[in-house]
Each structure stands twice: as structure tokens, then as C-alpha cells.
């Protein structure tokens, strides 16, 4: 059975995906999103604080969960994770983070009890396995408890890391689970690119689909933000996603495949923000694009950069989308050093600075903690005394302008990397002094 989805103005296709009986395959039932609650789910609320957070990923288990949890003994492995998840708090709050951003939706499976996405195979190993508890319901409370804000943080596109045939044989395996893998119940929205399965973000119905996902953590979970993060069309040279078929059918009236693809983002964009704020208007939306939206040897409105750039690269025009009011706040990734003439920090974080200064929209800047202590040719300056000087220049330039009201760090395990050690000591002798939330 199949309804038709009715796009109305104001109102998003919420599904909830069943299974059918036994004898027949699932199938797909898309019904409407569930009334706003009268009383929305409870946040921290709104604070003027500057924002000092970091970013949580856990695909590929690269933050968390501890590799060693995933085949202990059941009880072993939740003890494990959610011990390891609170010794991380423990330690961001005393180092004066007062935002985590929890990569809830790595792909295509959920870090929460979903009814439209499987379980995440890096809790268990294994796709829709059942973990023992709710990591995002925990993180919301041990944050929450700590004075800490929490913010799910989606990949809305990937299906999977890879196209190996163990993990498509492990997509398939979840055709008898309650919920199955959109891989099997939506094969005709899978594409492959950049070596990877993605949906198609040209298809009407995929972008709903995403969009339904964003609706069930926002109505059931006491998040403080939602945020995608800057993949959209993923792609790279040689990988590209073949969407030759959606453009023919859904793209007549554009002047180009570029175009519509920018506009297919943008309308992603737009309704999940509307739904959002229909279920909990406490909720802030947000992106984190890359650093660059377009080079001024592009266009006269861009930064004075070269390089990849979010709207010639992604199809992501963010620009525009902090421009007409789709969100809460921007955090671009600008992950360079002052000395980098392609893309300078500073040319960059000011740029934004701009763009933001005539709207709502708040501005939070991504600095690579990554690549602190790290020797490059090209950027030395991460490894000068333990690269602090050059965090420090950085931190100093988001504090002192206006409209810059936060920084955001990728991302948390290198906390715990012995080369980063210094730049860790110094952020807490900066953050983690001073009153967080």
C-alpha cells in the first residue's frame, strides 16, 4: 500500500516505515507528521553564551563507541559505552565546552530507537541490532545534567561508508527487520558516489524520507539543535553520482543541472527547518558547510579564496539560505591557518562575519583541532609550539568580532592525541575557567 505524500505550504511529509506481513516485502507508508505539541519537548533554552563546542562522530567509530565495547558480552558493551561517553563529558565540561554536537545519524542507521531507521552497526557491529539502551536519550541526560547543550547531528544523504559486498550483503540482511534499511524498502533512491551509497537528493520522496527522520528525533528527544553537516552531493573526480534520470524527469526549467541541483538542496533545506519549528520552535537548525561558499574569481560576492567551494562542489548555496531566514546558525568549517593563501582563516571567518551581520542567523566557526601538532608542507604553523599560537590567533579572532558567536572544534578523540596536547592544555586554561552553561 502507498499514499501519496500532499506538499502543502506549511506542512512535511512525516513517514513512519512498516513492514509489511511476512509473505510480502516492506513497504514504505508515508503518513502525516504528527501535530505540534502544546507544550514542546523541554530544551536548555537560548542563552547568549558564546558557543564552545565539538563535534562527536561516531561513524566509523571514530570518537565513540570504544572499538573494544562492540564484542564484549551484552552488559559489558553497554557499561563500556556509556562509560566512555561520560568520562567524555566529564572532561569537555572541564575544559570549558558547553556544546556537543553528536553525530546521531552516520548513515543510514540511527543512534537513537528509531521506527524509520535500523540500528547503527557501530554500537553492536551488526545493523539493527538492538544495543541495550538509547545513546542519544542517554547523551541528552548526562549532558543535560553536566549543564551541557546537545545538538543531533545528521549525515542526510550517505547510505553507507563503502560499496564492498559484505556491507551490501549486511544492508540486505535487514529486509525481515522492523525497520529495515532504506537500501532495501527504496533501492530506486540509492545511488553510488564518491564510493559510496547515497540517496538521491533530486527525488521528492528521498528528501522527505530525510526529512520524516529529522521530525521523529525533534518530537520524541530533548535536543538543544539539529544539524546537517557538508555533505550533500558528495562526489569526487572519476565518482560522480549518475542523477541523469531524476534531471531528465524532475528537471525541466532549470537552465542547468547545477542549478537544479542547488535548488534540490535548498528545498531540503527548507522544509526540514519549517518542520522543526512546527514540532518545537526551541529547537535551533543548523548547518556546517565547507569553510568556502564561492571563490571571488567565481563571483564578485565570494571570498577572496581558491579552492573548493560549497556551491560550485556540494550544489550547497549557503549563502542564500543564511540570507532568506532557514537557519539558526551557520558553522562553516574553515579549517586553515592564517598563512594559507588559498583560503586564510581570517579572509574567511570575517567573510561569514559579513554575511550573517544583516540577518538572524548566528555564526560559529569550525577550527580543526585535527590538525594541531600535525606537520604539513603547506601549513607548518600547526606544529610552532605545539600549534597554540596559531589556535590561539584563531580563538582570538572569532572572540573579538561581533558577529562571530562561537567556535567549534573537529573533533573530540583528538582531545586525546598526544601531539595536541599543549593546544588541549591551553583551551582549558582559556574555556575552562570561565562560567559555561
Not at 547503527?120 to 551488526?126: A, E, K, P, Q, V
Request: charged letters at 20%; one cysteine or more; glycine letters at 6%.
Amino acid at each position: 500500500m502507498k499514499l501519496t505524500v500532499k506538499r502543502t505550504g506549511t506542512l512535511v511529509a512525516f513517514a513512519l516505515l512498516l513492514a509489511g506481513c511476512t509473505s510480502k516485502p516492506p513497504q514504505s507508508l508515508v503518513t502525516p507528521f504528527p501535530p505540534v505539541a502544546k507544550n514542546p519537548l523541554p530544551t536548555q533554552g537560548k542563552s547568549n553564551e558564546p558557543v564552545r563546542g565539538v563535534w562527536l562522530a561516531t561513524v566509523s567509530r571514530l570518537d565513540w563507541p570504544p572499538i573494544s565495547s562492540v564484542n564484549a558480552s551484552r552488559e559489558n558493551r553497554i557499561s563500556q559505552q556509556q562509560k566512555a561517553l561520560t568520562d567524555k563529558l566529564d572532561k569537555l565540561k572541564n575544559m570549558g565546552i558547553n556544546t556537543v554536537f553528536f553525530q546521531v545519524k552516520p548513515d543510514a542507521t540511527a543512534l537513537w530507537s528509531s521506527k524509520i531507521l535500523p540500528w547503527s552497526d557501530t554500537l553492536t557491529g551488526h545493523i539493527g541490532e538492538d544495543p541495550g539502551y538509547d545513546p542519544l536519550q542517554f547523551i541528552l541526560d548526562e549532558a543535560h545534567k553536566r549543564g551541557m547543550k546537545v545538538h543531533a547531528w545528521f549525515n542526510p544523504y550517505r547510505v553507507s561508508t563503502n560499496t564492498k559486498p559484505s556491507t551490501v550483503a549486511e544492508l540486505n540482511k535487514t529486509l525481515s527487520n522492523q525497520p529495515p534499511s532504506v537500501f532495501v524498502l527504496h533501492r530506486d533512491w540509492i545511488r553510488t558516489a564518491n564510493d559510496r551509497y547515497v540517496l538521491d537528493p533530486g527525488i521528492p520522496e528521498a528528501r522527505d524520507w530525510i526529512t520524516s527522520i529529522v521530525a521523529e528525533v525533534v518530537a520524541r528527544y530533548p535536543v538543544d539543535g539539529v544539524q546537517f553537516d557538508d555533505y550533500f552531493y558528495s562526489e569526487a573526480p572519476g565518482a560522480t553520482l549518475n542523477d541523469a534520470q531524476t534531471f531528465q524527469k524532475y528537471g525541466q526549467g532549470f537552465a542547468s543541472k547545477a542549478d537544479w541541483r542547488r535548488h534540490n538542496t535548498q528545498l531540503l533545506i527548507e522544509q526540514v527547518s519549517r518542520s522543526i519549528k512546527q514540532l518545537n520552535p526551541n529547537v535551533e537548525f543548523g548547518v556546517s558547510p565547507a569553510g568556502v561558499w564561492r571563490n571571488r574569481s567565481h563571483d564578485p560576492l565570494g571570498s577572496e579564496t581558491s579552492g573548493a567551494a560549497a556551491y560550485d562542489e556540494a550544489f550547497a548555496d549557503t549563502r542564500l539560505w543564511v540570507q532568506k531566514g532557514l537557519l539558526d546558525y551557520i558553522a562553516p568549517q574553515v579549517y586553515w591557518p592564517f598563512s594559507r593563501k588559498a583560503a586564510r582563516y581570517d579572509v574567511i571567518a570575517k567573510w561569514w562575519a559579513d554575511v550573517v551581520k544583516p540577518t538572524h542567523t548566528r555564526l560559529y566557526i569550525g577550527v580543526a583541532l585535527y590538525k594541531v601538532g600535525e606537520s604539513t608542507k603547506n601549513e607548518p604553523e600547526w606544529t610552532v609550539r605545539g600549534g597554540v599560537p596559531e589556535l590561539k590567533k584563531q580563538l582570538d579572532l572569532n572572540e573579538s568580532q561581533p558577529n562571530i558567536n562561537g567556535t567549534i572544534l573537529f573533533r573530540e578523540d583528538y582531545f586525546n592525541q598526544p601531539q595536541a596536547q599543549e593546544a588541549v592544555r591551553y583551551i582549558k586554561e582559556r574555556w575552562g575557567n570561565s562560567l559555561t552553561l
